[in-house]
T-cell receptor, first 115, second 115 residues
């Protein structure tokens, strides 16, 4: 079974530029998550999708971050404009629910450096 | 504040030593508990999980964890570590909030094993 795919793996941009990340979840997983992992910390949820609808975006800095999952499969996360403090690893995860119990599976992440 | 605490930020062991990494959470009610591992340069992988039943859970690579409800703890153990166990370990708690599942991570514990 293929895992969660993400691209690019690395991105270096200057502050105030824009950047986009792509995620392809595990086939059949209805729920998709974007997390931000700052160095030395655990992942923090940015946004959660159920199929193509947003379930929770309460932690997403909406003035600069946006995300979409138009067809309920792939998703993109965009930052515009980027700030220095956005330097982090952006993780995508998808989840499988069995008997009401959910397990999340993570992609390799995109490491973003904002200069 | 509701949180997941990992008390050991950095653990250094010699091969064959025993390992115990602490994890405490502050949520009441029903929770699902996870340990994820991140090997150098790799993505987060599920090590083990607890949903219900036997509080002693066995995972991959000889790891196990014990859920102690009265102590709100889910400590990770391995009787004899190997150099290949060098990685970052994250405890995570999944709880249902406002009809959605939320996975909250601890800050992680970096384990270094020397031959």
């Amino acid at each position: 079974e293929a895992g969660v795919a993400q691209s690019p793996r690395y991105k270096i941009i200057e502050k105030r530029q824009s950047v986009a990340f792509w995620c392809n979840p595990i086939s059949g997983h209805a729920t998709l998550y974007w997390y931000q992992q700052i160095l030395g910390q655990g992942p923090k949820l940015l946004i959660q999708f159920q199929n193509n609808g947003v379930v929770d975006d309460s932690q997403l800095p909406k003035d600069r971050f946006s995300a979409e999952r138009l067809k309920g499969v792939d998703s993109t996360l965009k930052i515009q404009p980027a700030k220095l403090e956005d330097s982090a690893v952006y993780l995508c995860a998808s989840s499988l629910v069995r008997q009401g119990r959910e397990t999340q599976y993570f992609g390799p992440g995109t490491r973003l450096l904002v200069l | 504040a509701q949180s997941v605490s990992q008390h050991n930020h950095h653990v250094i062991l010699s091969e064959a030593a025993s390992l115990e990494l602490g994890c405490n959470y502050s949520y009441g009610g029903t929770v699902n508990l996870f340990w994820y591992v991140q090997y150098p340069g790799q993505h987060l992988q599920l090590l083990l999980k607890y949903f219900s039943g036997d509080p002693l859970v066995k995972g991959i690579k000889g790891f196990e964890a014990e859920f102690i409800k009265s102590k709100f703890s889910f400590n990770l153990r391995k009787p004899s570590v190997q150099w290949s166990d060098t990685a970052e370990y994250f405890c995570a708690v999944n709880r249902r909030l406002y009809n959605t599942d939320k996975l909250i991570f601890g800050t992680g514990t970096r384990l270094q094993v020397f031959p």
